[in-house]
């Protein structure tokens, strides 16, 4: 039996002799078979707590791991739960959205869809807007939260292996290195928990699909009454100006991405970018790892709750950071200038306008989980400035000129375009220009209006005439046929 030395440290488990490696695997496996009891100073000599009933709660905690991280799929199914576990409350259960909200909404969406019809050519989508309460708006939003932060879910993933393969020591090389696509696993499982926490957090508080800028429900559009309610109780309004204001917002969302289907994938590999210089904080997931109860089943989710991720440190991070801020503002931006024109018929419509774009910019309390959770802010920090210049491209060129903005990934207007919007009107004419001038040369051609050519001649590859200086008929005489390109030959200098 080993025993515990004089100098062990229980935040230093290394030091001082170890116990040999068949004590350790004799010690795990009398646990995992629930058959003895690991000699206590073993167990301490690790770190571990010497409680049989609390040891084989945490071995069957690990051991649910790891097999989650042999089945990937297990670990987003068990996220989505958790997602929905925290939307639905206390009560395990939600209300179904009454007939009287579902009214409410169905005729705000009708009203919004007639006003918008007013303000652009974007035309509605042909689908029935829906009433979500939080689990579905759970249930229906998680697939697109899972694509979309499917690129940090693997740079946590590769940032574990990376800090396994650094921090161990070299006799545990060989074994890391085996261990590779079981670590992969278990990141995806890690990420897969904080995520299902997010989103549910997230249900707390959003207003639609659309809410956060993205069309997290493709091809589809509705409000969450539950949030709506909650949303309205600081205004001395009508659940129906709020619903039709809110509805104008959602379907102004659901027009762009349905005339603009790139836009979507735009985001997407705008997040992308941003996750591939997400960083994993080593020290943060020591602490996790000390938070965590084997007693409590909950305890490794409450662990997580404040995120294992660090701020953007680097250049390029930061880069990608303004790019994607810089195009969820452009999105915020085009809704803002749409629905305020189409409002302008509600007499609440500049204070609802001003909330939203306040809710928008500044993180509340859920934003601020949902980043810390998965490193990922969705806040368009520039919505005034983007705001501004579609604006101002509808004064110069009208709702048309403000529309075409999106007819082309190329036309995005850049972070610096959002300082000179006269500037990106007046490169875009510039380009026009360019554009149709290409185009009128490329008819010319087509039409055949370059087969003419000047001074009496057939064509640029023709012979002219015998009279032509420097001519003659060519090695075939009279008989060459016309335009045939053939260059006549020299016989010397011209005098």
């Known amino acids: 039996m080993a025993s515990t030395p004089e100098n062990w440290d229980a ?42 009933a609390v040891l084989r709660g945490m071995m069957q905690q690990a051991q649910s791991m790891f097999t989650s991280a042999a089945d990937p799929e297990s670990s987003w199914a068990q996220a989505r739960e958790t997602a929905r576990s925290l939307a639905a409350g206390t009560g395990g259960a939600e209300a179904a959205a009454s007939d009287a909200e579902r009214s409410g909404v169905d005729q705000a969406f009708r009203l919004a869809s007639l006003w918008l019809d007013e303000t652009t050519a974007f035309e509605s989508l042909p689908v029935q807007p829906r009433v979500y309460t939080r689990t579905q708006w759970v249930e229906a939003s998680f697939g697109t939260f899972r694509e979309m932060t499917a690129p940090i879910a693997a740079s946590v993933s590769a940032a574990m292996k990376s800090a396994f393969e650094t921090q161990a020591p070299p006799e545990m090389a060989a074994m890391i290195s085996g261990a590779s696509a079981m670590l992969d696993g278990v990141g995806q499982s890690l990420f897969a928990l904080q995520l299902g926490q997010a989103v549910g957090t997230l249900a707390g508080s959003v207003l639609s699909t659309g809410d956060v800028g993205v069309p997290l429900v493709k091809g589809s559009l509705g409000l969450v009454p539950r949030n709506v309610a909650a949303f309205a109780e600081g205004f001395d309004l009508s659940a129906d100006e709020i619903n039709i204001y809110l509805a104008l917002r959602e379907e102004a969302h659901a027009r762009l991405f349905h005339r603009a289907p790139w836009l979507r994938a735009h985001v997407l590999r705008a997040v992308a ?9 080593p020290s943060r997931m020591e602490e996790v790892a000390r938070q965590i109860d ?56 500049a204070m609802l306008a001003e909330t939203i774009r306040r809710r928008r910019v500044t993180q509340g309390p859920t934003e601020q989980a949902f980043a810390g959770l998965v490193g990922l802010e969705l806040r368009p920090r520039r919505l005034r400035d983007a705001a501004a210049l579609f604006h101002f491209i509808e004064a ?21 375009d959002l300082d000179d919007p006269a500037g990106y009107t007046s490169r875009q004419r510039e380009r026009a220009a360019a554009d149709a001038d290409v185009d009128a040369e490329l008819e010319k051609l087509l039409s055949g209006g370059y087969d ?36 006549p030959a020299e016989d010397g200098p011209r005098p």
């Open 11 to 52: 935040a230093d488990p290394s030091g001082g002799d170890s116990p040999s490696f068949e004590e350790i695997a004799r010690a795990l496996q009398g646990i995992m078979s629930g058959q003895g009891d690991a000699d206590p100073e073993v167990l301490r000599s690790l770190g571990l707590p010497t409680d049989p």
């Open 273 to 281: 970018d941003f996750a591939a210089g997400i960083e994993i904080d």
């Open 294 to 349: 084997p007693s409590a089943p909950g305890s490794f989710e409450e662990a997580l709750g404040e995120g294992l991720f660090q701020p953007a440190t680097t250049p390029a991070q930061a880069e990608a950071l303004t790019r994607l801020e810089t195009l969820l503002a452009l999105i915020e931006g085009w809704v803002d200038v749409v629905v305020n024109a189409s409002a302008a018929r509600l007499p609440s419509a």
């Open 396 to 416: 110069e060129g009208g709702s048309e000129a403000r529309d075409a903005v999106w007819a082309h990934p190329d036309l995005l207007p850049s972070p610096a």
């Open 452 to 487: 003419t050519a000047p001074d009496g001649q057939d064509g640029p590859g023709g012979r002219g005439g015998d009279d032509a200086p420097g001519g003659s008929a060519g090695p075939r005489g009279d008989e060459e046929s016309p335009g045939s390109g053939e260059k």
